[in-house]
């Protein structure tokens, strides 16, 4: 397959289960609800090394907001429930309610499991908070120097799926990168998904296990170009530089759409000649997203 003259492997992405919540946040402003998301995501690229894996999903205005003020929805992930409540706790307690006129609304209304997290930072107001009933929402008015900081009671978490991906093979550096810029452009257009690492872009894309044993995942030796001397690296000669683009998502069809998304846009930039896919033999999870099934 090939998709303006850059070819499509017959592969597949690998991914794997995890637990996903979105938070809404608004805001006087566009800029400051996206200041209190840039807080609330940020050290969540990969539940490898961080506490959770988190990114913003969309920019959203008031006609979607329950206060009709701008917002952000960020999805927050991780690999169980405990951990995800605990992460709620502290991105929203730490990075939203630090933040100038921002508050928080659960983005999953709707979803049968939920935390109380509205509740339990509530108690931040040291006896002085108030529960209300707001913009047909149960939430709490924690008081603050600056005013009231609004935050709904509870907040809702589905099961999703992590790691999606794709490779972005390029002539040289610069059409690859420009191409996962694209890619990343793209993606954040739709709602359901999240590219967490940085910028959208993973340089040190990862394989699982390494010869030491004390780690659980090692650089992708395959793809890297300054390997070809050792014998490691498998791509062609005129490979210079990979991207990776790794996504999360609400369910299997939120990641299928992303990667579909991803993978045209970056098809259009001059100087990509291919794009692959990293599984690793159904060692790391359970859903396998083929390449040629989801262009199709």
Same mark, same amino acid.
């Given at each position: 397959?090939?998709?303006?003259?850059?070819?499509?492997?017959?592969?597949?992405?690998?991914?794997? !289960?995890? /637990?996903?919540?979105?938070?809404? $946040?608004?805001?006087? #402003?566009?800029?400051?609800?996206?200041?209190?998301?840039?807080?609330?995501?940020?050290?969540?690229?990969?539940? $490898?090394?961080?506490?959770?894996?988190?990114?913003?999903?969309?920019?959203?205005?008031?006609s979607e907001t329950p206060d009709g003020r701008p917002g952000v929805n960020i999805l927050i992930c991780n690999m169980g429930y405990k951990?995800?409540?605990?992460?709620?706790?502290?991105?929203?307690?730490?990075?939203?309610? #630090?933040? !100038?006129?921002?508050?928080? @609304?659960?983005?999953?209304?709707?979803?049968? /499991? /939920?935390?109380?997290?509205g509740k339990k930072l509530s108690f931040f107001g040291d006896g002085y908070q108030k529960?209300?009933?707001?913009?047909?929402?149960?939430v709490w008015k924690i008081p603050l120097m600056s005013g009231?900081?609004?935050?709904?009671?509870?907040?809702?978490?589905?099961?999703?799926?992590?790691?999606?991906n794709f490779l972005i093979l390029g002539q040289n550096q610069m059409a690859a990168l420009t191409a996962a810029e694209a890619a990343v452009s793209a993606i954040g257009k739709l709602k359901g998904s999240i590219t967490p690492f940085p910028g959208g872009v993973v340089s040190s894309g990862s394989k699982v296990g390494s010869r030491y044993k004390f780690l659980k995942a090692s650089t992708n030796t395959a793809f890297c170009t300054s390997l070809r001397a050792d014998g490691v690296c498998t791509l062609a000669e005129d490979v210079s530089a990979v991207y990776e683009i790794v996504i999360n998502g609400v369910n299997q069809e939120a990641v299928q759409r992303a990667m579909k998304a991803g993978i045209n846009a970056a098809c259009r930039v001059p100087g990509v000649l291919k794009i692959t896919a990293a599984?690793?033999?159904? /060692?790391?999870?359970?859903?396998? @997203?083929?390449?040629?099934?989801?262009?199709e």
């Amino acid at each position: 397959m090939e998709i303006n003259g850059v070819q499509i492997d017959d592969t597949f992405a690998e991914g794997f !289960p995890i /637990k996903a919540a979105r938070v809404l $946040i608004t805001a006087v #402003t566009e800029r400051w609800a996206l200041e209190a998301a840039r807080e609330a995501t940020g050290f969540g690229t990969s539940v $490898i090394g961080c506490p959770a894996e988190a990114g913003i999903e969309c920019i959203v205005d008031g006609s979607e907001t329950p206060d009709g003020r701008p917002g952000v929805n960020i999805l927050i992930c991780n690999m169980g429930y405990k951990n995800l409540e605990n992460s709620l706790l502290w991105r929203i307690g730490q990075c939203v309610l #630090t933040a !100038p006129t921002a508050a928080a @609304f659960s983005g999953m209304p709707e979803a049968e /499991k /939920k935390f109380d997290t509205g509740k339990k930072l509530s108690f931040f107001g040291d006896g002085y908070q108030k529960q209300s009933e707001l913009f047909g929402r149960s939430v709490w008015k924690i008081p603050l120097m600056s005013g009231e900081f609004i935050i709904e009671q509870d907040f809702g978490a589905v099961d999703g799926v992590a790691g999606g991906n794709f490779l972005i093979l390029g002539q040289n550096q610069m059409a690859a990168l420009t191409a996962a810029e694209a890619a990343v452009s793209a993606i954040g257009k739709l709602k359901g998904s999240i590219t967490p690492f940085p910028g959208g872009v993973v340089s040190s894309g990862s394989k699982v296990g390494s010869r030491y044993k004390f780690l659980k995942a090692s650089t992708n030796t395959a793809f890297c170009t300054s390997l070809r001397a050792d014998g490691v690296c498998t791509l062609a000669e005129d490979v210079s530089a990979v991207y990776e683009i790794v996504i999360n998502g609400v369910n299997q069809e939120a990641v299928q759409r992303a990667m579909k998304a991803g993978i045209n846009a970056a098809c259009r930039v001059p100087g990509v000649l291919k794009i692959t896919a990293a599984n690793y033999e159904g /060692k790391l999870g359970v859903h396998q @997203f083929p390449l040629h099934m989801i262009l199709e």
